[in-house]
């Protein structure tokens, strides 16, 4: 079962910040987020295991927590370049395979 | 620099043909996934493969097969095309474990246009 993203859509000024969540209905064992441009190939962000640890890449960090089995990205200060579509991807175990979410599209405008 | 290549990028093909999508890393990935992305559904695993001439069904392969004769090549196969078969086609691949905890690499894509 695909993991839940919310918000769908976002649109931002330069600037702004933004949170966008993924939630599961199984145990997590990982979650990883990656970013698709128009016309490009997703790209990862990065990798959160099971710990509730926090990661953070510049402005954009994120948080995992097993308990409740989501995820949250955070974008800080956006720049135009963020803009694009945030996957998060879920891996329930050893198993390598992942399950992606919808998708959220973010604009950022000037 | 790590790279997954697929062997076209648009690809217009008719009812009934029997459609081969190509795939290929230069990074010794054990795993390669194929998958579809459409608007609004995201990215859905159709099949993938952990190990050359293996492979496991992903959620939704129905009117897919795949082949894996080498490591480094996944090939995606339309039996018989439908137009509802129309969609981008995005190929990764990730190691088995280790420090990278299997990140998946992607490829740019193909676009396929069943008529």
């Known amino acids: 079962q695909q993991p839940v993203q919310s918000p769908q859509a976002v649109i931002l000024r330069e600037g702004e910040d933004a949170v966008i969540n993924c939630s599961s209905s199984?145990?997590?064992?990982?979650v990883h987020w990656y970013r698709q441009k128009h016309g490009e190939a997703p790209v990862f962000l990065m990798i959160l295991l099971k710990g509730g640890e926090q990661k953070g890449h510049d402005k954009i960090s994120a948080s995992f927590n097993e308990k409740k089995q989501q995820s949250s990205l955070y974008l800080t200060a956006s720049q135009l370049s963020y803009s694009g579509t945030y996957f998060c991807g879920t891996g329930p175990g050893s198993n390598y395979k992942l399950t992606f979410g919808k998708g959220t599209l973010l604009t950022v405008n000037p | 620099d790590v790279k997954v290549t697929q062997s076209s990028r648009y690809l217009v093909k008719r009812t009934g043909e029997k459609v081969f999508l190509e795939c290929v890393q230069d990074?010794?990935?054990?795993?390669m996934f194929w998958y579809r992305q459409d608007p609004g559904l995201g990215l859905r695993l159709i099949y993938f493969s952990y190990d050359v001439k293996m492979k496991e069904k992903g959620d939704i392969p129905e009117g897919y097969s795949v082949s894996r004769e080498k490591k480094e090549r996944f090939s995606l196969i339309l039996e018989s095309a439908s137009t509802n078969q129309t969609s981008m086609y995005l190929c990764?691949?990730?190691?088995?474990?280790?420090?990278?905890?299997?990140?998946?690499?992607f490829g740019a894509g193909t676009r396929l246009s069943v008529l």
């Open positions: 990764a691949s990730s190691l088995i474990a280790g420090g990278n905890q299997n990140i998946q690499y």
């Open positions: 199984k145990a997590l064992y990982s």
């Open positions: 990074m010794d990935h054990e795993n």
